[in-house]
């Protein structure tokens, strides 16, 4: 398919349609992203016990690879939902759709620099022979670094979804065909993530999980753009 008739499809589309593809694609990422974080990567980690910790990932490789996998499949949709969010919305304020859209594209971008940790990590056990020089105990010691690097710039990059979905939510509260608790909600997610990841940033010792209590803005907002939002035919 040519350049000429792609551009001709997306100059058809449709509001609903565009609300139809960001619905999907935010409804697989709520499925992997926490598959990929908590059940498999985060899962195998023992933060005080690094022996333990590279005794799981070396049991469990394969498993490990596939969480890197899946989230690699969550960054590249994250790009597919900027992009159709921006179809959807820009018709409220382009200015700040096109700023919505292009935050998340970064956080995307963040995310998948930083999985190069995780595959230092596989590096790091794939016994290389150079590798010989490290003792068990700095070899141990470099993958728990490479982990915690990985938590660190995804925690960065939160911040860049965080005001994301503030700018997101500012934009849903103001189109005349969304409800504005849906925009409140968003808004409310914005800052559980804003708030977790920067005080995670400034303080060793935060532990609150704010944002596993606001989150709750970005459940509805895929059930609305799946049922509600692909009713809206305007083109886009």
């Known amino acids: 398919m040519d ?22 694609a935010l409804l697989i990422m709520t499925i992997l992203a926490p598959i990929a974080n908590f059940s498999i990567i985060q899962g195998m980690i023992v933060p005080e016990d690094a022996a333990k910790t590279v005794s799981n990932i ?17 960054a590249l949709l994250d790009i597919i939902v900027a992009w159709a969010l921006y179809l959807f919305l820009k018709s409220v304020n ?3 759709s096109l700023l919505a859209a292009w935050l998340r594209v ?11 940790h995780l595959i230092d990590v596989l ?17 141990q010691a470099q993958i728990m670094i490479s982990i915690n690097s990985f938590n660190r710039g995804w925690e960065f990059g939160l911040i860049l979804f965080g005001f994301h979905l503030l700018l997101l939510g500012y934009l849903l509260f103001r189109a005349g065909y969304m409800r504005k608790i849906l925009g409140i909600l968003v808004i409310l997610a914005a800052l559980g993530y804003l708030i977790d990841s920067t005080g995670k940033l400034l303080s060793a010792d935060y532990d609150l999980t ?5 989150f709750v803005g970005e459940i509805v907002l895929i059930f609305w753009l799946l049922i509600i939002g692909r009713k809206k035919q305007e083109p886009v």
Do not use: C, P, W
Not at 60 to 67: A, T
Not at 123 to 138: E, I
Not at 210 to 214: E, F, G, H, N, V
């Open 94 to 96: 382009r200015g700040l």
């Open 58 to 74: 070396s049991e469990s490789e394969g498993l490990f690879r596939l969480g890197i996998v899946l989230f690699v499949i969550v």
């Open 3 to 24: 350049s000429n008739k792609v551009q001709n499809q997306m100059m058809k589309m449709s509001a609903g349609r565009a609300a139809v593809i960001a619905g999907i």
């Open 123 to 139: 590096h790091l056990l794939s016994g290389t022979d150079y590798l010989a020089v490290f003792s068990a105990d700095q070899l």
């Open 106 to 116: 970064v956080y995307a971008a963040v995310l998948a620099v930083v999985l190069i």
């Open 210 to 214: 704010i944002s596993l209590y606001t």
